[in-house]
């Protein structure tokens, strides 16, 4: 039986979550964004004609993505409280959760740099490469934080292992993010498929889990 108060805490954070970056999505869908081949120049002249769709996009992605802050503190409470106290499980995950957010908000950063106000060829270029650079190398973080939430799920059954399974899905998915890094070919290209059909399993495991936890059964108070 989980803390039912910090089950609701964690459920709510993670739904809002995902539902204030959809609409995000739905400004501006980011599979419309330039693909890795594309020059600065065009990339300029796109940031140009898009300019306000992107800004309001970017403002939803923020505050979606910092509530995952929030949902990570809660899941992890819930880790905490159902594993001994030596379990390294909960460390690994509230580390991989921090440095995943970490990546994504400076990736963010770059791209509001982007879109800040009108950029040279150059420019454009490089901060739109490392905003999906440093989206990229979240894969990692981001392995670690769901990696060791599977394990643990295993470890204490708290949640359906059906959770379990999904977060190491999406594990393995984020490892491979590591080949948006090493070329440019599309679906892998770092602005291509890679980049933006692989978060999907992260976006769908915040989602189920919230979901999940919504119903929770309520912890029973200790019997003397």
């Not at 901060?127 to 190398?137: K, N, S, V």
């Not at 948006?180 to 976006?203: R, S, Y």
Request: charged share 10%.
């Amino acid at each position: 039986m989980v803390n039912r108060r910090t089950a609701r805490f964690a459920s709510w954070s993670g739904i809002l979550g995902i539902v204030i970056p959809s609409i995000g999505v739905v400004v501006y869908p980011i599979w419309w964004f330039p693909a890795a081949s594309s020059s600065g120049e065009f990339v300029a002249h796109w940031v140009a004609a898009h300019h306000v769709q992107l800004q309001i996009m970017m403002v939803f992605y923020t505050v979606g993505v910092s509530l995952w802050l929030a949902f990570g503190a809660g899941v992890w409470s819930l880790l905490k409280n159902e594993l001994e106290p030596t379990a390294l499980e909960p460390v690994a995950f509230g580390a991989g959760l921090v440095a995943l957010i970490a990546l994504l908000l400076a990736g963010f950063t770059a791209f509001d740099l982007l879109i800040y106000r009108p950029r040279p060829a150059a420019d454009a270029s490089m901060l739109y490469d490392l905003a999906f650079g440093l989206l990229a190398m979240s894969g990692m973080p981001t392995a670690l934080c769901t990696g060791a939430f599977a394990m643990a799920i295993y470890r204490s059954e708290m949640l359906p292992r059906w959770t379990a399974h999904l977060a190491l899905a999406t594990a393995v998915a984020h490892v491979l993010l590591l080949g948006t890094m090493i070329t440019t070919t599309a679906p892998l290209g770092l602005e291509d498929f890679g980049i933006t059909g692989v978060p999907a399993f992260l976006w769908a495991w915040i989602l189920l889990v919230a979901l999940r936890l919504a119903r929770a059964p309520k912890r029973q108070p200790a019997t003397e």
